[in-house]
């Protein structure tokens, strides 16, 4: 447990050391701010996942299970991305020709993202159901942490008294 606890935080000081490289030096002179590239974007999404495996620290018959969910994690990742990217593009564009502000349009670009973002949940939900069958208490717990500190940063913003989800007797 604590070797893998040791190599998912490692995975994550490397993460965090990648951004901070790129952001010294992908800043873009007319904004100000930085923005990953897309291979920033990849070796960090790497980074997560090797972070998760790690910290799952799966049997030889889990790690049979693995290679799917993986796939499915970088597809997903990837498809975001390049969501992100179009949306980008569209707001700028919009910004670039002054067009008047749509709030209709606004809505159902919203409800297009989040109709995305629900079919993503469904893709990895079902490439990772037959692993999570397999997972021992220990593992959920560490996939549960895992995955607070991904969606929640850290355990703050979510349910429960203490923004980490809701609380078991």
């Given amino acids: 447990m604590k070797r893998a606890v040791i190599a998912a935080t490692a995975a994550a000081l490397i993460a965090g050391s990648a951004v901070s ?22 070796i960090l999404t790497d980074a997560r996942i090797v972070a998760l495996k790690t910290a799952l620290k799966l049997t030889p018959d889990q790690e049979k299970l693995w290679p799917g969910v993986e796939a499915t994690l970088k597809q997903v990742s990837k498809d975001r991305m390049a969501r992100r990217d179009e949306a980008r593009a569209a707001r700028q564009a919009a910004r670039e020709s002054n067009a008047a502000p ?5 809505m159902r670009a919203m409800a297009t993202r989040m109709d995305a973002g629900a079919t993503d949940l469904r ?47």
């Fill in 102 to 106: 749509d709030p209709i349009a606004r």
């Fill in 123 to 169: 893709k990895i939900a079902d490439a990772a159901d037959p692993l999570y069958k397999t997972l021992d208490d220990g593992q959920k717990q560490r996939l549960n942490l895992m995955l607070r500190q991904q969606f929640h940063g850290g355990g703050h913003g979510g349910h429960g008294p203490h923004g980490d989800g809701p609380r078991r007797g």
């Fill in 21 to 42: 490289f790129a952001a010294n030096s992908n800043a873009g002179p007319d904004t100000g701010r930085w923005r990953p590239s897309a291979e920033d974007r990849a």
